[in-house]
């Protein structure tokens, strides 16, 4: 399903987006109430943790640890192959969760950028993730949409998801992540606004951490190389 690299023409096309989201007008970021007293819920239950958990590992995660906080990986959509695919596809590796939409002018190449960056820091480690990117803006993002932009990334690695108005809004509903269409313009183009977390699931596919932009690929690589080691 995946090909063994990305092709020059695909780092071309990376490159690319790179360059138009550094000239574009920057879009705004949300992030819902909710994700914020999940945050708040996480780090409370972290200091609790810390003075009780004695048999277990304590060493404190760089990452937001929503471990317990978030349902598991479970969905029903349409993969950029046109195929019906569910969470249980992604089960045995661990997956970067990403709610996103082609048509973004800068914060999901940039998020999709940080990501590829994740991925060269776990070396061989890497065949052990996926990331998956579920389109917020299902009217113009078919599942061919889809397979060129993540392609344009990594087509190893990544792998587009798309479905109805109702199976993304309650994926999003499920992860507590936000989304609107903006106002159209004269030309009838639109801005998604949206929430720009990645959410890291174990092989399980169990909710373990949530990243986000204030986070660096050092410190994405770091937590997801633990969660690869402590399934070997």
């Known amino acids: 399903m995946f090909p063994s690299a990305p092709s020059s023409r695909q780092t071309q096309r990376q490159r690319d987006l790179s360059h138009e989201a550094a000239n574009r007008p920057r879009a705004k970021r949300i992030v819902s109430r909710g994700l914020l007293a999940l945050l708040a819920t996480a780090f409370t239950t972290l200091a609790a943790g810390a003075l009780t958990a004695c048999s277990h590992d304590s060493t404190p995660w760089q990452l937001t640890n929503v471990t317990g906080h978030l349902p598991d990986l479970q969905f029903a959509l349409t993969g950029d192959d046109g ?76 792998y587009g998801l798309t479905g109805s108005d109702a199976e993304i809004e309650g994926l999003a509903k499920r992860y507590r992540v936000a989304y609107q269409m903006e106002k159209r313009d004269p030309k009838g183009n639109y801005e998604v606004t949206h929430s720009s977390a990645v959410y890291v699931f174990d092989a399980a596919g169990h909710a373990r951490l949530l990243a986000t932009d204030h986070d660096s690929p050092d410190a994405i690589a770091h937590d997801l190389r633990r969660i690869i080691d402590a399934r070997s």
């Open 83 to 158: 195929k019906p695919v569910t969470g249980d596809t992604f089960k045995g590796r661990a997956a970067l969760l990403y709610f996103g939409y082609t048509h973004c002018p800068d914060v999901c190449p940039e998020t999709m950028g940080r990501l590829m960056q994740v991925i060269d820091r776990l070396g061989p480690d890497a065949q052990q993730v996926r990331i998956l990117f579920v389109t917020v803006d299902p009217a113009r993002d078919s599942a061919q949409a889809l397979h060129d932009y993540v392609g344009a990334f990594d087509a190893k690695h990544a």
